[in-house]
């Protein structure tokens, strides 16, 4: 079975600073894809990167980087220059490869932008 | 439509009534995804539809949720005889493939049985 864990339940940071949300997960896979999602109070859940496992390079979307460290199946979200607009709740999730399988999500990260 | 339609945006029910939740996907998307997020919980994968292969319907917590896809397109999730414990926010999801391409999530039905 593939478990997703998010450690930290509240975070917040000041508006322009750097802050990292951590992700560990555990499976026997080797093939599989990593996502951050964001979900803002619209509930409505938007990705916001993704990784395949067979990448050693880390993904990068503008602002946002991922750590992957497969061996230690860990996943972290860099966000970097903090705005106000990324106040939201992030998952973690984790979806196997080539199974047409569902995603499997961590419990969640709220995260806070402080002005 | 533009994104993943899911009506009604609120729902409020009486313990031991049957509810229908809807969900638009994305027109051409074959994989739709319905989850329920409990408060302060992850997404809890509750059923999932590929085309016209049967459902996985391993999520589902009991025999009171069931769900449908018609033509491919609309999908219903029904619970009967609501509990309590049903209250949570249904989300349902879409793509255009059910292997790894990305899912675009509706807004959700927020559930409250009282």
């Known amino acids: 079975a593939q478990t997703v864990t998010q450690s930290q339940p509240e975070m917040s940071v000041q508006e322009a600073e750097t802050v990292t949300l951590s992700c560990t997960y555990d499976t026997s896979e080797n093939n599989y894809y990593l996502f951050w999602y964001k979900q803002p109070p619209s509930r409505q859940m938007i990705l916001v990167i993704r990784?395949?496992?067979?990448?050693?390079q880390n993904a990068t979307e503008n602002r946002f980087s991922v750590n992957f460290q497969k061996a230690a199946k860990s996943f972290s979200l860099k966000i970097s220059d903090s705005q106000l607009g990324d106040t939201a709740m992030y998952f973690c999730a984790f979806m196997k490869q080539n199974t047409g399988n569902q995603f499997y999500f961590g419990t969640g990260t709220s995260l806070t932008v402080i002005p | 439509g533009a994104g993943v339609s899911q009506s009604p945006s609120n729902k409020v029910t009486e313990k031991g009534k049957d509810v229908e939740l809807r969900c638009d996907p994305i027109?051409?998307?074959?994989?739709l995804y319905w989850y329920r997020q409990s408060l302060g919980q992850g997404l809890e994968f509750l059923i999932y539809f590929q085309g016209n292969s049967a459902p996985d319907k391993s999520g589902l917590p009991s025999d009171r949720f069931s769900a449908e896809r018609t033509g491919g397109s609309v999908s219903t999730l029904t619970i009967q005889r609501t509990q309590q414990e049903d209250s949570a926010v249904y989300l349902c999801?879409?793509?255009?493939?059910?292997?790894?391409?990305?899912?675009?999530f509706g807004q959700g039905t927020r559930l409250t049985v009282v």
């Open positions: 027109s051409g998307h074959t994989a």
């Open positions: 999801a879409s793509s255009l493939m059910a292997v790894n391409t990305e899912a675009f």
């Open positions: 990784q395949e496992a067979y990448k050693q």
